[in-house]
């Protein structure tokens, strides 16, 4: 089964540090990977998607994700938080392929980012 | 704002109980999807409706049903409810059916505890 991990459960970082947030998936062929962003009392916003084509991808917020197929990898960086980057952040992979996961999408645990002023 | 509205936005009821949560999806989409997000699961996938019929089914209680109706709008359905179904119930929708490769907007959820 296809599987989503998040390695770190919490990330500090001081206001104006990058960021690198990082997600590793399990699966036999290379998924749709996405990154959400869950603020406080808010529901998910996306912030990007991978599909296929540059394996670097654009987000809002300035924050963009590289796919590494060698690593199974899609992390999220932000070359300076801002404050109001704080949040839950998700990645999310779904299968490309029609079936019955059809439009499934299977998340990480999550990253918690805390933002020192 | 995605778009996506959920009523209510908080209940709180009692063990053996039965709730309803509603779902409204941006406006000519026509696929919704239904998540539950808990402290010990995570956000997990429920089921898919698209156009009325059921497309996708996940990690769906048999003491949970959706349906979606012809405006569109779709209803979870929670029954006998349990201390472990407190969570927070999630939304979204899509454009079509084919949700692989499309963006999934989340409506804010509908936090449920049960007592």
């Known amino acids: 089964a296809q599987s989503v991990t998040q390695p770190d459960i919490h990330i500090t970082v001081s206001e104006g540090a990058s960021l690198e947030l990082r997600c590793n998936y399990s699966y036999g062929a290379t998924p749709y990977l996405f990154w959400y962003v869950q603020s406080p009392g808010q529901g998910l916003q996306l912030l990007l998607k991978y599909f296929s084509g540059d394996t670097l991808v654009q987000g809002i917020k300035g924050f963009e994700a590289e796919f590494k197929r060698s690593q199974s990898s899609f992390n999220l960086r932000k070359p300076s938080v801002h404050w109001s980057d704080a949040a839950e952040y998700f990645c999310?992979?779904?299968?490309?392929?029609?079936?019955?996961?059809?439009?499934?999408?299977?998340f990480g645990q999550g990253t918690i980012l805390t933002v020192h002023p | 704002d995605s778009g996506v509205t959920q009523t209510p936005k908080h209940l709180i009821t009692a063990t053996g109980q039965r709730v309803t949560l509603r779902c409204s999806p941006r406006?000519?989409?026509?696929?919704v999807y239904w998540y539950q997000q808990s402290l010990d699961q995570g956000l997990q996938f429920l089921i898919q409706y698209y156009n009325g019929e059921e497309r996708a089914k996940g990690n769906i209680l048999e003491r949970f049903s959706a349906q979606q109706f012809p405006d569109l709008h779709s209803e979870l359905n929670l029954s006998s409810l349990e201390l472990g179904d407190s969570a927070l119930y999630f939304c979204?929708?899509?454009?079509?059916?084919?949700?692989?490769?499309?963006?999934?907007?989340f409506g804010p959820g509908t936090r449920l505890l049960v007592l």
């Open positions: 999310a992979v779904v299968l490309n392929a029609g079936g019955t996961s059809y439009g499934k999408l299977t």
């Open positions: 406006s000519g989409d026509l696929s």
């Open positions: 979204a929708s899509s454009v079509g059916a084919a949700g692989d490769f499309e963006t999934q907007y």
